[in-house]
């Protein structure tokens, strides 16, 4: 996990994150991803009908052995750009987890009664996902982004099941959302500090 965000950019990352048009696309991310993590509670609200699956609760630790037995993966792990973890690397993880968490939504979707708010937030996933591979072929020099997301494969037999599944892919997705939050704002030049967490 990201917990803490570079004060100024690294000297390896050089002249491309001070770059305007990297600095355009990374703020235009960063505005995405903030969207994304304000609909997420209004999404989760509309979708849980199950009063003991709740966003911030002490109780969702507990869930950890369902998530497995269900099939949820677990994203990829963001952290801090260093010497060790370099920004393409970030980047690819970045849209590796977008891609895990918008294919999770699609195959919770259908058994979902608000269909609308996931269809929306994933939309919103996929237009960050866009944004993130933009960055991915400035770092890179070939344009060629492969995805390497494996075909998803839930066990839901019951509405509970697709309940959980739909609260433990929010979570996630918050959680990761977060992470992506730090690490966009150790790249940004702008030197903002608004209170984004």
């Known amino acids: 996990m990201a917990s803490t965000a570079l004060s100024a950019p690294l000297p390896q990352l050089g002249p491309l994150v001070?770059?305007?048009?990297?600095q355009e696309i990374l703020h235009r991310s960063r505005s995405l991803?903030?969207?994304?993590?304000?609909?997420?509670?209004?999404?989760?609200?509309?979708?849980?009908?199950?009063?003991?699956?709740?966003?911030?609760?002490s109780e969702n630790v507990k869930l950890v052995t369902m998530a497995?037995?269900?099939?949820?993966?677990?994203?990829p792990v963001l952290k801090a750009i260093s010497e060790n973890f370099?920004?393409?690397?970030?980047?690819?993880?970045?849209?590796?987890?977008l891609l895990l968490h918008r294919g999770l939504l699609n195959f919770v979707s259908p058994r979902l009664e608000a269909r609308n708010k996931v269809t929306d937030?994933?939309?919103?996933?996929?237009?960050?996902?866009?944004?993130i591979v933009k960055m991915l072929i400035l770092v890179q020099s070939e344009a060629a982004v492969q995805s390497t997301t494996a075909p998803l494969s839930l066990r839901l037999p019951?509405?509970?099941?697709?309940?959980?599944?739909?609260?433990?892919t929010?979570?996630?997705l918050q959680s990761f959302g977060q992470d992506m939050v730090r690490v966009f704002r150790s790249l940004d030049q702008s030197n903002e500090d608004d209170n984004d967490s």
């Open 86 to 97: 370099t920004l393409e690397s970030s980047l690819r993880r970045m849209h590796e987890g």
């Open 33 to 57: 991803t903030q969207k994304v993590l304000l609909s997420i509670p209004d999404t989760h609200k509309s979708c849980i009908h199950t009063q003991t699956l709740q966003l911030n609760s």
């Open 68 to 75: 497995s037995t269900i099939g949820i993966p677990h994203p």
């Open 170 to 172: 929010l979570l996630q």
């Open 18 to 22: 001070e770059d305007l048009h990297f």
């Open 158 to 168: 019951g509405d509970y099941e697709v309940q959980v599944a739909t609260h433990l």
């Open 121 to 131: 937030l994933m939309a919103d996933i996929r237009d960050l996902a866009v944004q």
